[in-house]
């Protein structure tokens, strides 16, 4: 099983500048350091970069500086769900147009659509697509799951690929994969990338790759070679960055810390704060223990 997108799949900072607008020669070298450092492909505009606070017209922008800035090198995802159907056929119709490699469609959040609804919804986003799609089941933010049946139902659909199952059950992994075998599973959270893959998950879409891309990609070639043990050691290394990713809410973390690193990424856009003191000195002490170097921008 493949869709394209590689194992480590890194859901992207939106960088914004001192005056809140959206920085896109900074956005850029984020882009550059992610291709250089592990990702197999990246998410422009998903939670990590801030969707709920970017305008459509700063959305499409981003796709399409993600488009020209990797140029294939690397794929492009669009995270362009939401949970009002024609205005994410809307998106999925301009993301498909710019030229995107794929569409990560999120399950509807605060209308809570019942089963029909759900399928609906994401039928008519396939429908709309002339790119692969992922299906993003992230119930801890918009409190609807997708069961496992359901998720193989909506496999069926045409261009449907992959689900990024951010669900912290994990056995709901192994349901999914018996239930849809054609289906590429992605774990929807750093820490449960080691966790999923012995229940079918191919990687991650991941916050975390932005620092450690590299070694979390050694991770699931380690598992993929047989090595297991060597795999959930290092997996073991890595925990300490993901539970620092954690420290609040995403993405304030990991904007902090690819700030430190020397990337001009801002703070993040109300209602989202910059991390504090405390939270920053925590980071910095984190990346020091794991030589993550300043980075070349």
């Known amino acids: 099983m493949h869709t394209g997108f590689g194992s480590i799949v890194t859901a992207a900072v939106t960088p914004f500048d001192a005056s809140g607008q ?63 159907t024609a205005h994410s056929v809307h998106l999925v119709r301009a993301a498909c147009e710019i030229g995107v490699d794929g569409i990560l469609a999120v399950t509807p959040y605060y209308n809570k659509p019942p089963r029909e609804g759900l399928v609906r919804h994401f039928t008519c986003i396939a429908k709309a697509s002339s790119a692969p799609v992922i299906l993003y ?25 992959a689900v990024k199952q951010a669900n912290p059950d994990v056995a709901q992994t192994g349901e999914i994969a018996s239930l ?19 229940l079918g998950a191919v990687g991650v879409i991941s916050v975390a790759a932005h620092l450690i891309g590299s070694e979390m990609g050694r991770v699931v070639e380690l598992y993929a070679a ?52 405390l939270q920053r000195e925590k980071i910095r002490a984190m990346l020091e223990r794991h030589n993550v170097a300043s980075a070349h921008v």
């Open 180 to 198: 849809a075998p054609d289906l590429v599973i992605y774990a929807g959270d750093d820490t449960s990338l080691m966790p999923m893959l012995p």
């Open 226 to 277: 047989g090595d297991d043990s060597a795999a959930r050691e290092l997996s073991a290394e890595l925990q300490d960055v993901y539970e620092t990713m954690m420290l609040t809410a995403n993405p304030i973390p990991v904007k902090a810390a690819m700030e430190l690193l020397g990337f001009a990424v801002g703070d993040p856009r109300l209602p989202l704060v910059a991390a504090t003191g």
């Open 22 to 84: 959206v920085d896109h020669d900074a956005f850029r070298a984020v882009l550059r350091h992610l291709a250089r450092t592990g990702s197999d492909a990246v998410v422009v505009s998903g939670t990590t970069g801030e969707s709920p606070t970017l305008s459509d017209e700063e959305k499409l922008a981003l796709w399409r500086t993600a488009v020209d800035e990797l140029g294939g090198s690397i794929p492009v995802i669009a995270g362009a769900g939401t949970n009002d």
């Open 137 to 161: 089941n992230i119930p801890s933010r918009v409190v609807v799951n997708l069961e496992p049946d359901l998720i193989a139902e909506l496999a069926q659909l045409d261009n449907v690929v």
